[in-house]
């Protein structure tokens, strides 16, 4: 086994719908922090973490993509494109690509973090489930009040604008090759399904539990706050 990820598939083919109009010019993962696209740090992570070859997963606007980025020699990485003809959501593009025969990385192009992904590898590799996934202790507000009902519907509690807390996917995954069997060819197919098919096929995925810097990049607020945190502090996510 590899005790580093040497095989990347970045998803990079959604319209961005969120951040219009600027995604009507720009596919997301070329929306700029500074000067870099969201996409190029990430790939320059990547390569830091040892990844010698990247599948780009292209769709709207794959063109702007692959202009940009070409073959990866710029980035001194190994990119190449799988471009769908037909939407097939983020796991059923995974069937489409050749040679994915160990373990390799999944991931969103549009999410701006710390994480090592060499640390997350290796995690996955030491634990051997099919899956990795991820996650991030996300904190939500309510900005509420909140009642606590009894069977009767009398109110046992008034819980003034309470924070919840949850684990969520940061958009991540480490994969085993057999996890691909697990995909319908030719239909549309998302990764939280290939998730719950993994659950009900008794192949339970393992969490990966992230505590550093995450943000998803799917709103205008989240591009802001990005832009703000990256200009801050952009030699943390550029090793």
Known sequence: MS???????????????RL???TTVFPKPLMPLQEKPILEIVLHQLKHAGVAHVTL????LAELIQAYFGKGERLGITIDYSRESEPLGTAGPLRLIEELESDFLVM???????????DMFRFHQNHGQLATVG???????IDLGVLELDTADQIMDYIEKPVLYYQVSMGVYCFRPEV??????GQRF??????KQLIEKEQ???????QGQWLDIGRHEDYAEAQQIFQAHSEVFLP
């Open 57 to 60: 997963a292209v769709g709207y």
């Open 3 to 17: 005790e580093s990820p040497r095989r990347a598939v970045i998803l990079a083919g959604g319209k961005g719908s």
């Open 20 to 22: 219009y109009p600027y």
């Open 190 to 195: 998302d990764l939280p399904d290939l998730i």
């Open 135 to 141: 996650t991030y202790r996300k904190e939500v507000r």
């Open 108 to 118: 969103n192009g549009d999410i701006l973090c710390t994480l090592d992904y060499a």
């Open 180 to 185: 691909l069997q697990y995909i319908p060819a």
């Open 204 to 210: 339970v995925p393992q969490a990966y539990r992230f």
